[in-house]
Every structure is written in C-alpha cells, then in structure tokens.
C-alpha cells in the first residue's frame, strides 16, 4: 500500500513542499495529494499589483503539477481530525493521510471592530478583487486610508497612488512605516511617498473601522472613501481545533524540521507554522521564510521515510524586497537572524531585483520538478526505518 501524503494548501509554502516531495520519493511509494481552494496557484506577494488595476498571470494548478504524480483536489479544507488521520473538505469526501503537510497560511487580521463589516484588504485574491472594483467607481479627489506601517501596507500605498494619481492616498500606522529598514532605505520610502502624494500618520492608534472611515484612540475621525486593513495576519482557526500544539496565535508549533512538537506524522510550513528562527525567536511571516521552511518540511518528511536524516541546520534570512509602485522598489540585505545591513538598492535596480526574485518565486512554483536533481528513493519499511536510526 503507498504511503499517502496530503498538503495543504498550495500557496508558496503547500505548491512548493508538494512539488519537492514529488522530486524525493519514489512514485510507486507514496500518493501525494494537493489540496487547494484555489483552481490558481495564486502569487499573494502581487496582491497590492492585482487591487490596483493590473492584470496577473493564470496559473492553473492542475497543469503546473501535470506529469508529476501529484494529485490536485480543488476543495476547501473544512477540518483536520489528526488522531484518525482524516481531512474534512466541504463538497466531497474525506481524504485519509499518513502523514500530513499543513500549509493553510494566514489571512489578514479582523479584530479590531469595523474591520469586517467595512474595510477592504489585499490579504487574498478575491479580497483584491473587491478593493479593484471599489477603487474604480471613485470621484477624483477621493480619499483611500490604509491601515498599517508593515510592508503590505506600503505596497498597497504607493500601488494604489501609482495607478490613481487622481485619488488622496494616507497611510495611518500605529508606530512608524519601514522603521525597521536602515536609514537609507527609510530616506528612500520618504520620498517616494513625497514623489506619489502619500500622507503618512505615524504614531496614531485605529480603534475602530466605520463606514466612512475611522477612529483613533485619541477619539479622533479619520475620513476615507475607502479604508484598506493592512495591519497584521492571522491564522486560519482550523489549526488551533485540531488537537495540535499551537502557540498563543494560533500557530503550529514545529521544530527545527517542520514536524509538529505533538503529532509526529504532522508537518507545517509557512505563516500557519512557528518554527525556531536562527536567534530564538520564531520564524516571522514572510514569502522569505515560508519557502525555505516548505523545503525543510519536503527534505525533513523524504528522509524519514527512506532511512535519511532529516537536515536540523537554522532556516535564517537574506533580504527584504518592498515594491513601491511598478518602476521602484526598496531591495534590502539583512543578516541571518533578519537584522538590516547598509546594502539598500532603491529606485529601477530595486525594481529589476525585486522583480526578479517575485517572478523566480512563481517560476520555481510553476516547475515543481525542474530545480533540483530528480533522486526519487524508495520507501523503507516501518520496522526497518526504526532499526536504522536506532543504530545511530
């Protein structure tokens, strides 16, 4: 009997975990299936492009898998019951693993009142698509308030501020926006948003999201035309009600080879997953830590079940990339543990580096077997799996 395999999700940390454990083991062994809502493998690092205006490239899962020996079932995932080792789907039967990749990721936060009822995102596909059709039915003049200093938040400005020049664009964030990057970068941001029109208030706290705006903690009324949440994510709360050990935000927790700390046979990669970062603190949800933590999961997961020794080396970091608009960009060097260096590339060459990198993302996504070297291995029996790293 093979041995079943079920991912989950097929964003860049599921498509690519799937792609590479299709590239490990042996298709007489195992059944990988890939489970996604989405027909469309879809490029989340280009959601702020999509709700401005431009069109993305289709990428149908079932023709990037062809060939591959990965199955691709179009569901949504309704629960996981990880002590009879099934998944519930909402329109067809449950699917039975023995081992499970967790790879759900996040959505964009909604705990802040108003948020649901009236604010736009760019957190999923349909969720830009919305705030695209909004921002064509505005007058000129009108004003679009985004919420939050992280990098969706600015991306999302001068995206919008780009494609809308007609449109008053403010970023309101409750600290400041880009602090974290070296100065050359933040000198950088400061005059892009002066280049494109954007007003920024640092500092100022949103309580509450209403229909024609918001509200601060200092009581204060911000108006807006539209208001785009952009400040934090949050976990799908399927995790947390399956019975595996997650963190206080609804994160499963992993070790150092993406197998959760409870269920051995469970693995998770990406913004669903904590996994230990290279200076103790957690692994931060990004597109930069998610991929290298799908391809520990695939690596970790292949070695097990062949007698191999699952790689323990720390996942770290390389870069920031932050898209301001389609001819500018921020590319910023950071150390291992993510700590910013002076290398900044800014303007067209951080445009082309940005680029790049978004567009090898999607490319290695879209040849799932093509990167590295074809070493498909078989399957060890249980028993002799056990023995064999007994004897270690």
């Given at each position: 009997?093979?041995?079943?395999?079920?991912?989950?999700?097929?964003?860049?940390?599921?498509?690519?975990?799937?792609?590479?454990?299709?590239?490990?083991?042996?298709?007489?062994?195992?059944?990988?299936?890939?489970?996604?809502?989405?027909?469309?493998?879809?490029?989340?690092?280009?959601?702020?492009?999509?709700?401005a205006?431009?069109?993305?490239?289709?990428?149908?899962?079932?023709?990037?898998?062809?060939?591959?020996?990965?199955?691709?079932?179009?569901?949504?995932?309704?629960?996981?019951?990880?002590?009879?080792?099934?998944?519930?789907?909402?329109?067809?039967?449950?699917?039975?693993?023995?081992?499970?990749?967790?790879?759900?990721g996040?959505t964009?936060?909604?705990?802040?009142?108003?948020?649901?009822?009236?604010?736009?995102?760019?957190?999923?596909?349909?969720?830009?698509?919305?705030?695209?059709?909004?921002?064509?039915?505005?007058?000129?003049?009108?004003?679009?308030?985004?919420?939050?200093?992280?990098l969706?938040?600015?991306?999302?400005?001068?995206?919008?501020?780009?494609?809308?020049?007609?449109?008053?664009?403010?970023?309101?964030?409750?600290?400041?926006?880009?602090?974290?990057?070296?100065?050359?970068?933040?000198?950088?941001?400061?005059?892009?948003?002066?280049?494109?029109?954007?007003?920024?208030?640092?500092?100022?706290?949103?309580?509450?999201?209403?229909?024609?705006?918001?509200?601060?903690?200092?009581?204060?009324?911000?108006?807006?035309?539209?208001?785009v949440?952009?400040?934090?994510?949050?976990?799908?709360?399927?995790?947390?009600?399956?019975g595996?050990?997650?963190?206080?935000?609804?994160?499963i927790?992993?070790?150092?080879?993406?197998?959760?700390?409870s269920?051995?046979?469970?693995?998770?990669a990406?913004?669903?997953?904590?996994?230990?970062?290279?200076?103790?603190?957690p692994?931060?949800?990004?597109?930069?830590?998610?991929?290298?933590?799908?391809?520990?999961?695939?690596?970790?997961?292949?070695?097990?079940?062949?007698?191999g020794?699952?790689?323990?080396?720390?996942?770290?970091?390389?870069?920031?990339?932050?898209?301001?608009?389609?001819?500018?960009?921020?590319?910023?060097?950071?150390?291992?543990?993510?700590?910013?260096?002076?290398?900044?590339?800014?303007?067209?060459?951080?445009?082309?580096?940005?680029?790049?990198?978004?567009?090898?993302?999607?490319?290695?996504?879209?040849?799932?077997?093509?990167?590295?070297p074809?070493?498909r291995?078989?399957?060890?029996?249980?028993?002799?799996?056990?023995?064999?790293?007994?004897?270690?």
């Amino acid at each position: 009997m093979k041995h079943r395999i079920v991912v989950l999700g097929a964003g860049y940390a599921g498509a690519t975990a799937a792609g590479r454990l299709a590239k490990r083991l042996h298709r007489d062994d195992v059944e990988i299936t890939l489970v996604s809502a989405d027909a469309d493998f879809v490029e989340r690092v280009r959601m702020h492009q999509l709700a401005a205006g431009q069109e993305l490239r289709q990428r149908p899962l079932r023709e990037l898998f062809a060939g591959t020996g990965v199955r691709v079932v179009n569901e949504l995932v309704t629960a996981v019951d990880v002590d009879a080792k099934i998944v519930q789907l909402a329109d067809a039967e449950p699917l039975a693993y023995d081992s499970l990749v967790y790879a759900l990721g996040s959505t964009g936060a909604t705990d802040v009142p108003g948020v649901v009822e009236h604010a736009h995102s760019v957190a999923g596909k349909q969720a830009a698509l919305r705030l695209r059709a909004r921002l064509d039915t505005l007058a000129p003049g009108a004003t679009v308030l985004i919420v939050g200093g992280g990098l969706t938040a600015i991306e999302a400005a001068t995206e919008i501020a780009e494609a809308h020049p007609d449109l008053a664009v403010t970023i309101v964030a409750r600290g400041g926006v880009g602090d974290w990057l070296h100065e050359k970068a933040q000198r950088h941001l400061r005059t892009v948003f002066d280049r494109l029109g954007i007003t920024v208030r640092t500092d100022t706290d949103v309580t509450r999201v209403t229909e024609n705006g918001v509200i601060t903690g200092a009581a204060t009324e911000l108006d807006a035309d539209v208001t785009v949440w952009t400040a934090g994510f949050t976990v799908h709360p399927i995790a947390a009600a399956t019975g595996l050990t997650v963190s206080d935000t609804g994160r499963i927790v992993v070790d150092i080879t993406m197998r959760s700390v409870s269920h051995p046979e469970v693995y998770a990669a990406g913004d669903a997953a904590q996994a230990p970062g290279p200076d103790g603190r957690p692994l931060r949800m990004s597109c930069a830590a998610g991929t290298p933590m799908a391809w520990r999961a695939a690596d970790a997961l292949a070695a097990r079940l062949t007698g191999g020794t699952a790689p323990e080396d720390p996942i770290g970091y390389a870069a920031q990339c932050i898209s301001l608009g389609r001819r500018d960009a921020v590319f910023q060097r950071v150390s291992f543990a993510d700590e910013p260096t002076s290398t900044v590339l800014t303007g067209r060459l951080g445009a082309r580096v940005k680029e790049f990198i978004c567009a090898g993302a999607a490319w290695g996504v879209g040849h799932p077997t093509v990167l590295m070297p074809t070493r498909r291995r078989r399957i060890v029996a249980l028993d002799a799996r056990e023995d064999r790293l007994a004897a270690r």
